[in-house]
């Protein structure tokens, strides 16, 4: 049973996503002045603040078995590094695929500097809206792990959303560590939107 407090969290999360969504679609001129406040509240009682997406490899482990696992994803209409924290587990754009999504690791955002372990490279500072993206599996060298080893920075705009619980079987699933901060806030979400018996229906294992 929801609380009355927690629906009340979990709506602001939604008008929050909603006029965030519709301003994004208004300023690439994907619809008029007009439309906007119909986009909200279309996007306010239409709409999921999440979605899932299967994920299957060694990157992740041990947070994703490398069987795979089926995640609950909060969709991130619009990534701001002033409300970013790292050591977030984020669903970044696949550079080499642009219809693919990756699960990594959110290590870094702008204004961090990234030194190598190899002496060879030079130390460079992540430009505005980059960060830098991780596998959680630190056994795999960077062309195994695909990650900003491999490609580099990353564009915040290229963050589609942040995964808040995995399923891996139907009897080992749990909420995905992120920061504390990102718990809590994804708190509310999770009581009101999670369906493990839906998320099983869709796993693939």
């Not at 927690?6 to 994004?24: G, P, Q």
């Not at 409300?83 to 550079?95: A, H, S």
């Not at 961090?112 to 993206?133: G, I, R």
Request: hydrophobic share 35%; proline share 4%.
């Amino acid at each position: 049973m929801v609380s009355l407090s927690t629906w009340c969290r979990y709506i602001a999360h939604k008008l929050e996503y909603s006029i965030s969504l519709s301003w994004k679609s208004y300023t690439r001129g994907q619809i008029s002045e007009r439309e906007v406040h119909d986009a909200v509240w279309k996007n306010l009682f239409q709409g999921k603040l999440t979605y899932l997406h299967w994920n299957k490899g060694e990157a992740m482990v041990p947070t994703i078995g490398e069987q795979g696992g089926t995640l609950l994803v909060r969709k991130i209409p619009a990534a701001d590094t002033k409300k970013i924290f790292c050591w977030r587990c984020c669903c970044p754009e696949d550079p080499d695929n642009s219809d693919n999504y990756l699960v990594r690791r959110l290590a870094a955002t702008e204004g961090f500097e990234m030194v190598s372990t190899d002496e060879k490279e030079e130390p460079f500072v992540l430009e505005k809206d980059q960060c830098w993206v991780l596998a959680d599996n630190e056994k795999l060298k960077p062309k195994e792990a695909k990650d900003s080893r491999l490609f580099g920075p990353v564009s915040m705009t290229d963050i589609v959303g942040r995964a808040i619980y995995c399923l891996q079987t139907a009897v080992d699933h749990g909420p995905v560590q992120n920061s504390q901060y990102s718990m809590q806030k994804d708190a509310p979400v999770l009581q009101v939107e999670l369906d493990v018996d839906e998320m099983s229906k869709h796993h693939k294992a």
